[in-house]
T-cell receptor
Framework: EDQVTQSPEALRLQEGESSSLNCSYT??????LFWYRQDPGKGPEFLFT???AGEEKEKERLKATLTKKESFLHITAPKPEDSATYLC????????????FGAGTILRVKS | NAGVTQTPKFQVLKTGQSMTLQCAQD?????MYWYRQDPGMGLRLIYY???????DKGEVPNGYNVSRLNKREFSLRLESAAPSQTSVYFC????????????FGPGTRLTVT
């Protein structure tokens, strides 16, 4: 069973159409949850770290939230330059300092 | 600051050949990591080094070896390449091996024929 699941796999939005990406995890004992952005042909770029339920972080049009079993990445009024793959990764106490990544959500924003 | 750098960017190998992927970071980070990324599977940890002088296996270590040459450099070696090792390889570093964020290099695209 996958430990970190991201949904949807792909999302197409019109410019300005707000939406949310989901990251859920099945193993208990969260040390930290990380969001990354990855552009084609490049390495993942760090966006946010969340450590406890109720925590929120914001950066420009992006806002990440965390509950006990999932995290959301909210995208407000997206622009075409927000198009990328968004990766979620979780650090579990059970696995020491080994990050477990989800498969990602491919976001396309059309103008 | 260059952050995390990787060489080469692209490589094609024949089955059975060997090669070393190089990684260096200039952020004075203690911990370094090697991942592979395959379509639909997400990033998977191959090996990591929590601090200079230590290395440990990740999720998919078979067929690979690593060397933490010094605090800045962490190399990944394929002794006898196999087609199943065709992938994109990323090196990353973090301040320490607690829950600090990891910073990634640009990747090496490896094809084994």
């Amino acid at each position: 069973e996958d430990q970190v699941t991201q949904s949807p796999e792909a999302l197409r939005l019109q410019e300005g159409e707000s939406s949310s990406l989901n990251c859920s995890y099945t193993v208990s004992g969260l040390r930290g949850l990380f969001w990354y952005r990855q552009d084609p042909g490049k390495g993942p770029e760090f966006l946010f770290t969340l450590y406890s339920a109720g925590e929120e972080k914001e950066k420009e049009r992006l806002k990440a939230t965390l509950t006990k079993k999932e995290s959301f990445l909210h995208i407000t009024a997206p622009k075409p330059e927000d198009s990328a793959t968004y990766l979620c990764a979780v650090l579990f106490w059970e696995y020491g300092n080994k990050l477990v990544f989800g498969a990602g959500t491919i976001l396309r924003v059309k103008s | 600051n260059a952050g995390v750098t990787q060489t080469p960017k692209f490589q094609v190998l024949k089955t059975g050949q060997s090669m070393t992927l190089q990684c260096a970071q200039d952020m004075n980070h203690n911990s370094m990591y090697w991942y592979r990324q395959d379509p639909g599977m997400g990033l998977r940890l191959i090996y990591y080094s929590a601090s200079e002088g230590t290395t440990d296996k990740g999720e998919v270590p078979n067929g690979y070896n690593v060397s933490r040459l010094n605090k800045r450099e962490f190399s990944l070696r394929l002794e006898s390449a196999a087609p199943s090792q065709t992938s994109v390889y990323f090196c990353a570093s973090s301040e320490d091996n607690s829950a600090s964020e990891q910073y990634f290099g640009p990747g090496t695209r490896l094809t084994v024929t």
